[in-house]
């Protein structure tokens, strides 16, 4: 979804015509790829091919100004071997924001208390969420983590201030902890792939 001065837009990955559902990419794109890579493209190769691109820090960076005003524009690659790849690193992001897999944890919440989010703060590798109980190990990189405008670990704590955090709830917190962490390592191993234009 994308808003812009009040207006949303959706971009579904499927559409439905006459009841029946349809990737939400154009056929022709699709040809156009095939004719280029001299094999099959499927529409989600497509899609995690996008995600991949969008969580490029690179693109962003050199793109900043222009998605402040519009729409992304997807730059393809000529070699289907780069695009291969990059459409594999989309969907391994795409299954982590989606939570498919739980990773060994290696935050540690050891101090026992009230569970209570006060503010939170961050400090040394801890994020305190009242005066003394704590997120330990956590790295800065991943507490200043953003997506969309908003600081992942503190919006998420900050809608839980004034209440009391449940085992489940400390143990989504502590995963999406590991999933940012992957995140940031796949994006990392994007920006490490030739895609942007001269």
């Given at each position: 979804m994308r808003s812009n001065k009040g207006i949303c837009y959706l971009f579904p990955i499927y559409r439905y015509d006459n009841g029946k559902k349809m990737f939400n990419i154009n056929t022709?794109?699709?040809?156009?790829?095939e004719e280029l890579y001299k094999t099959t493209i499927s529409e989600i190769d497509i899609f995690y091919y996008i995600y991949g691109i969008l969580?490029?820090?690179?693109?962003?960076t050199?793109?900043?100004e222009f998605l402040k005003i519009d729409f992304p524009r997807i730059p393809f690659v000529k070699e289907?071997?780069?695009f291969d790849e990059l459409s594999r690193l989309g969907k391994e992001l795409s299954d982590l924001h989606l939570m498919k897999k739980q990773f060994p944890p290696t935050v540690k919440y050891e101090i026992s208390g009230s569970n209570s989010v006060e503010t939170p703060k961050y400090t040394d590798g801890k994020l305190y969420i009242n005066?003394?109980?704590?997120?330990g190990n956590?790295?800065?990189?991943?507490?200043?983590?953003?997506?969309g405008g908003y600081q992942v670990l503190d919006k998420w704590l900050k809608s839980r201030k004034k209440r009391e955090l449940s085992v489940q709830e400390i143990?989504?917190?502590?995963?999406i902890v590991e999933v940012l962490k992957e995140t940031s390592r796949i994006m990392d191993e994007i920006?490490?792939?030739d895609f942007l234009p001269e």
């Open positions: 022709d794109l699709s040809r156009e790829l969580h490029s820090r690179i693109y962003r050199k793109y900043s289907y071997n780069r005066k003394t109980q704590y997120f956590i790295p800065e990189s991943i507490w200043n983590f953003h997506i143990l989504h917190f502590i995963q920006d490490k792939i």
